[in-house]
């Protein structure tokens, strides 16, 4: 044993053996340690990526089996059992707060490729997940049809059988949805979430925020075509008689009329013309009669004056004789012989209530809203009595409703970029599609306070009278620089005493909400009638929204945690874009103001107000701002897929696909994120 041990030669041999047992361990463990975390990693991505999608789909109903089906699929998606090489994969997605944080366990078994050698045949691998909705700081700014149709089913133009089958009872309670599910998202958290509102049909309810911020926004005074009581005055000012008088044609009293006895034969003849009379000349016959009519007329300096037209007839007379069968004969004519005489008086503008007046005339009039605008109640004798005889005052308070600043009529608008904004077909860049200009002291910068009951529409739109009556209404008369209509047959068609007008709830600038506040709000908004116009809302979405225009200091306001903000519009609305000639919409009334069409056909409305609102469109993406799009009720037209950003636009049919997307909205409004 002595010599052995001092024997040095051999001994690599076993020393070799044990080191390669060693190394087998070492190696085989490396090996199937590696192929283990491998699979663990793509375990815990499929994991991340299952309940990252779980949370994605979870809608109005929470963590259903539509929205499990989801995570599995994802799941599945991105854990390859073939190229992992496990076995007994499982995936258990759950949660605990209706779907707010869904939570996930994932498990398999890898089976060892050298370490079996060593008596370990399989790894055991289990990753847990949990994704939630982390919504920051967001700002969004509701743009929501009002109109009648919003009354009618979704399914139908037609009213439903009680108020909770409407159109505006889904949006409602999709609002509140879409609120519960954001301010769930943020519970407990530092994030600030704001919420804006344009309710919009014709016009939009924006008057109180342009006073709020600025009184001089909004013009003092306002010329509408509008109604004036009037009087005469007793004493003309001019008379004059026509000196031409007409004849009416010559009518038959009697006819040929044997008036002789048959002269006897064979100088009948003669004897018959000796002895007939000569044919009388006219002759006054009774009594003349008169008749009065009034008109009202543009004087020739332009003044409205009434003329009072005296117009005489005068019956008259003739005999005309023949011979006819030796007899004579008498036919006995008649017609009248017309004549006119005039008065031209000044009218007495009818100021105080309770005073008769004799005529109501329709007329451009220039009212102060210097008052009106405060929203203090204001009266005006301009109303009509019930006996059409007596004034009444019109006691009026403004709604907040606006008309637009300076336009031109062109026939497209289009978005050209941030620093030339939108520009028309004409090279003009009107003021009222500039998102983001303050007024100046130049009135047509500015607002004016939209005054419906003093505001009254005319009848046709025929060039030759000018846009006025041409429908027999009274008389008619242009004159030089001044219009005038009678027309008293007006309110038997107008029992509002005023123009056509349809404000919607009223605007809100970006504002934090409770949930209270905010169903409060969405309560309170009612449909109006008649009148579709999405530039309306588009517009003045895009100007609560922007933040570079005059509602900035508002929509910049730094968030307390100091985090940036994300903005979003959502636009919703159940129909096409439908303009009124008679409506005073955000543009006045098309009719007589032209402000749209201008000298075109006034159906050529629809169209330029679609151009307005898909060029408003590409302003409000182009500021950073992603705008969603909800057809609801109707069909999502092209122009509105194209109006929304990438993935934002939806088409709901009814009441739960209306609730869905908003649930979609409000997830995508939150970031999704992996809880570690």
């Known amino acids: 044993m002595r010599r052995l041990r001092r024997d040095t030669a051999g001994n690599v041999l076993p020393l070799t053996a044990g080191v390669v047992i060693v190394l087998a361990g070492l190696v085989g463990g490396g090996v199937d340690m590696a192929r283990a975390y491998k699979a663990e990693r793509r375990l815990q991505a499929a994991c991340d990526a299952g309940v990252l999608a779980g949370r994605r789909a979870v809608g109005a109903n929470g963590f259903d089996t539509a929205a499990t089906a989801q995570a599995n699929a994802y799941f ?20 605990e707060d209706d779907g707010n944080t869904i939570e996930g366990t994932a498990s398999a078994t890898l089976p060892t490729v050298i370490m079996k050698i060593f008596g370990y045949n399989t790894i055991p691998l289990a990753v ?15 743009i929501l049809d009002n109109t009648f149709s919003m009354n009618w089913r979704p399914d139908a133009d037609s009213l439903p059988a009680n108020a909770s089958g409407s159109r505006i009872f889904a949006l409602r309670a999709a609002m509140k949805s879409f609120f519960d599910t954001v301010h769930t998202a943020t519970d407990g958290t530092n994030a ?36 004036q009581l009037v009087n005469w005055n007793a004493t003309p000012v001019a008379t004059w008689t026509d000196t031409n008088p007409t004849f009416t044609s010559a009518t038959q009293v009697q006819n040929w009329t044997n008036i002789s006895s048959q002269y006897p034969n064979p100088n009948g003849d003669t004897n018959c013309n000796a002895a007939k009379p000569a044919d009388t000349a006219w002759a006054d016959y009774g009594s003349a009669t008169t008749n009065i009519s009034f008109s009202m007329e543009a004087d020739t300096d332009g003044s409205l004056v009434q003329v009072k037209t005296t117009g005489t007839h005068q019956p008259q007379r003739r005999s005309l004789y023949r011979c006819n069968s030796r007899r004579i004969q008498e036919r006995i004519e008649a017609r009248e012989r017309r004549s006119s005489s005039y008065e031209k008086r000044t009218p007495i503008a009818v100021t105080t209530s309770g005073t008769t007046f004799a005529n109501a005339v329709l007329m451009n009039r220039t009212f102060s809203t210097s008052t009106y605008k405060t929203q203090v109640a204001v009266t005006h004798p301009i109303g009509i009595a019930s006996n059409g005889t007596q004034s009444a005052n019109v006691s009026s308070t403004w709604a907040g409703c606006v008309i637009e600043r300076s336009s031109t ?66 008389s008619v008369s242009t004159g030089s620089g001044s219009e005038y209509e009678e027309n008293v047959s007006l309110f038997n068609r107008q029992s509002t005493n005023g123009a056509a007008s349809y404000c919607p709830y009223q605007s809100q600038l970006l504002t934090a909400m409770t949930e209270t506040s905010f169903d409060a709000y969405v309560d ?42 994300s903005r979003h519009v959502i636009f919703m609305t159940d129909g096409d874009q439908q303009a009124f000639d008679d409506v005073n919409s955000l543009w006045g009334m098309e009719w007589m103001d032209r402000r749209i069409v201008g000298t075109s056909a006034l159906s050529n409305a629809n169209a330029r107000h679609l151009s307005r609102s898909a060029a408003l469109c ?19 037209q092209t122009w509105m897929s194209t109006c929304a950003s990438p993935d934002s636009s939806f088409e709901a049919d009814d009441a739960a696909e209306l609730e869905e997307h908003f649930q979609e909205i409000a997830n995508q409004v939150g970031e999704l994120r992996v809880t570690l």
């Open 76 to 95: 599945t998606a991105n854990y390859d059992l073939a190229s992992q090489g496990t076995t007994g994969t499982t995936f258990l997605p759950s949660t």
């Open 409 to 474: 009529p062109a026939a497209t608008h289009s978005f050209t970029s941030l620093v030339a904004g939108i520009v028309g077909s004409d090279g003009v860049t009107p003021l009222d599609m500039n998102i983001d200009a303050a007024p100046t002291s130049d009135f047509n910068t500015k607002w004016q306070p939209q005054w419906w009951q003093v505001t009254f529409g005319r009848d046709v739109n025929t060039a030759q009278y000018e846009n006025l009556d041409d429908n027999g209404n009274g």
């Open 618 to 636: 590409e302003a409000i993406k182009a500021r950073g701002i992603r705008l969603w799009v909800v057809a609801f009720g109707t069909s999502l």
């Open 524 to 565: 309170a908004m009612t449909v109006t009638s008649y009148g579709t116009y999405h530039d309306t809302g588009l517009l003045w979405g895009a100007r609560l929204s922007s933040p570079t225009g005059i509602f900035a200091s508002n929509v910049n306001l730094e968030p307390s945690n100091g985090a940036t903000v």
């Open 128 to 142: 847990s997940c949990t994704a939630s909705m982390g919504v920051g700081n967001s700002d969004i700014v509701f």
């Open 192 to 227: 600030r979430i704001r919420y804006g509102f344009v309710p919009y049909s014709s016009t939009a309810n924006v008057g109180k925020l342009l006073y709020d911020l600025d009184p001089s926004y909004l013009t003092d005074s306002i010329t509408v075509p509008s109604l």
